[in-house]
């Protein structure tokens, strides 16, 4: 059974352009979570898609933002990249019929690098 | 009173010894617990969970313990090996569908 899946695997960009990064989830989950990672904050949740819906959001601004197909693939895009966006951002997948209780499963990430 | 382990940001293991690394959650109401572990340019793994009706469970080498009273959760690893060597991560999960991570401890095996 294939992972979650990140294109692409590295990137990047510049101050001011904007970005899109893509996630397939296990086959069959139909959870799509993504979280940011540095070396300063750590895991940082950024929203959390089921069906089509965004059921849950963190604390990003609204330069950030993402969306779900109606095959659970996901994509997030930042706009007007800041250099502060440099981070690893990482898709989570999980069946998604609870809000608790569920182990998540991540993939390798996108790394980018905002220059 | 209870002595409860501190969380290090890193922790040194002499191979074939056991590992104990530290969390302490933040949430009360935090009802599920993971622990992850994440190597070089990879993402998080996925390695044991608990409920909060639990306060211990075992897998293949490692234990997850639970201390609901003060708050805290260990991860022992018997017998460190040099693939363990990682980031290990603990997590809550209060609901809303997120998880909540801990910083993180570097783990480093010594051959």
């Known amino acids: 059974k294939a992972g979650v899946t990140q294109t692409p695997r590295y990137l990047i960009k510049t101050r001011g352009q904007q970005v899109t990064l893509s996630c397939s989830p296990i086959?069959?989950?139909?959870?799509v979570s993504w979280y940011q990672q540095t070396p300063g904050q750590g895991l940082q949740f950024l929203f959390e898609y089921f069906s089509e819906t965004q059921r849950n959001k963190g604390n990003f601004p609204g330069r950030f933002s993402g969306r779900q197909f109606s095959n659970s693939r996901s994509e997030m895009n930042v706009s007007t990249l800041e250099l502060g966006d440099s981070a690893l951002y990482l898709c989570?997948?999980?069946?998604?019929?609870?809000?608790?209780?569920?182990?998540?499963?991540f993939g390798s990430g996108t790394q980018l690098s905002v220059l | 009173g209870e002595s409860v382990g501190l969380h290090l940001p890193t922790l040194s293991v002499q191979e074939g010894d056991n590992s104990i690394i530290n969390c302490a959650y933040s949430n009360s109401a935090s009802d599920y617990f993971i622990w992850y572990k994440q190597e070089s340019g990879k993402g998080p793994q996925f390695i044991i969970d608990i409920r909060s009706n639990m306060d211990k469970r075992q897998g293949q080498r490692v234990t997850v313990l639970l201390n609901k009273t003060v708050k805290h959760l260990s991860l022992q690893i018997a017998a460190t090996q040099p693939g363990d060597s990682a980031v290990y991560f603990c997590?809550?999960?209060?609901?809303?569908?997120?998880?909540?991570f801990g910083a993180g401890t570097t783990v480093t095996v010594r051959a």
């Open positions: 997590a809550e999960n209060i609901g809303d569908y997120k998880l909540s």
């Open positions: 989570a997948s999980s069946w998604g019929y609870t809000s608790t209780n569920e182990k998540l499963f």
């Open positions: 086959s069959g989950h139909r959870s």
